[in-house]
């Protein structure tokens, strides 16, 4: 088992590009988080998917973010009109079911110039 | 919603002592507790965890207690090494809710040898 896989690990963007992350779940898994961690800090909860639903977005930002996780394919979290305040680590973490143990992924470390 | 205050935010202690964080949660619904350990650049890992009908449970050199009434749970290591040094975040969450964590901002255990 591969693990939670994220892709890219480092994404440098410029102030109002766009930046997607990737996230490959485990095998088996259909429950995915993508959390925020802003530099020595705590991670902060964003958006819960299962496959083809976003089931809670109450951390996103309600302007320029957006989760998907489609039938097919890896979870994507996008960031539109990218603002220097958007540089972060970027996690996701994958669960086979709600209440079961996270995983996460090794993340995506976006730069904002 | 759920809050969890973690303490302290450093600690620093000397190879073979044993070194303990504490966090509070504020939602007394919250039924799981799990403890992530950091080191820089990597993957928050999971290294043990509680569900509320225990009052402490132990792997070989780390101990989790929890207190229900008091709404508090601690994480012990006992002959730290060198190797223990990193971040250490604890968390909280309502199984059977959509599963997602909150985190408490973390404590960065140095230990020297």
């Known amino acids: 088992n591969a693990g939670v896989m994220q892709n890219p690990r480092h994404l440098v963007r410029r102030r109002g590009q766009e930046a997607r992350l990737r996230c490959s779940p485990m095998?088996?898994?259909?429950?995915v988080y993508w959390y925020r961690q802003l530099p020595e800090e705590g991670l902060k909860f964003m958006v819960y998917?299962?496959?083809?639903?976003?089931?809670?977005e109450s951390g996103m930002p309600k302007e320029r973010f957006s989760a998907e996780f489609p039938k097919e394919g890896p979870s994507i979290l996008r960031i539109q009109q990218v603002v220097r305040g958007d540089s972060a680590a970027y996690f996701c973490?994958?669960?086979?079911?709600?209440?079961?143990?996270?995983?996460f992924g090794s993340g995506t470390q976006l730069s904002v110039l | 919603g759920e809050n969890v205050e973690q303490h302290p935010s450093t600690l620093s202690v000397q190879e073979g002592d044993s070194a303990v964080i504490k966090c509070t949660y504020s939602?007394?619904?919250?039924?799981?507790f799990p403890w992530y350990k950091q080191e820089l650049g990597k993957r928050p890992q999971l290294i043990i965890d509680?569900?509320?009908?225990?009052g402490e449970k132990k792997d070989q050199r780390i101990a989790v207690t929890l207190n229900k009434t008091a709404k508090h749970f601690s994480l012990h290591i006992t002959e730290t090494q060198p190797e223990d040094s990193a971040v250490y975040f604890c968390?909280?969450?309502?199984?059977?809710?959509?599963?997602?964590?909150?985190f408490g901002q973390g404590t960065t255990l140095q230990v020297k040898p």
């Open positions: 095998k088996g898994h259909s429950h």
């Open positions: 998917l299962q496959k083809e639903n976003i089931i809670d």
């Open positions: 968390a909280a969450s309502l199984i059977g809710n959509t599963g997602k964590l909150i």
């Open positions: 973490a994958s669960s086979p079911d709600i209440g079961e143990k996270l995983f």
């Open positions: 509680i569900r509320s009908n225990v």
């Open positions: 939602d007394s619904a919250s039924n799981y």
